[in-house]
């Protein structure tokens, strides 16, 4: 690296007046409020999913009752996808699901 005015260049061969580009890409600008946003409605859908995801899994551990009975949880010995991988299952894994 170049030392320019006792300061050292970003790279060399720079002058003093020369800056650095930086941001997500080359020539690329975004816009710190867009940016805030996008960050914004990405994290709300991944706590979402996660919610949803988060829920079926107690609901089936726990049988609260949304779409599993209680007698039907894991924690009672129950397996509440019993019905659907023995009776509702047609195609060509149809088997498969009701072994």
Known sequence: ???ISGRRAPHAGATANQTVPTGP??????APAQART?????AALRIGLGWIFL?????KLFG???ETE???AWINGGSPTNG???HA??????DLYQN
């Open 64 to 66: 609260l009752g949304h």
């Open 70 to 72: 209680s007698k039907a």
């Open 25 to 30: 890409a080359a020539g690329q600008v975004v």
């Open 89 to 94: 299952t047609t195609g060509p894994f149809a």
């Open 84 to 86: 659907f991988l023995s």
């Open 38 to 42: 996008f960050g914004y409605v990405t």
């Open 55 to 59: 829920w079926a899994f107690l609901d």
């Open 1 to 3: 690296m170049a030392l």
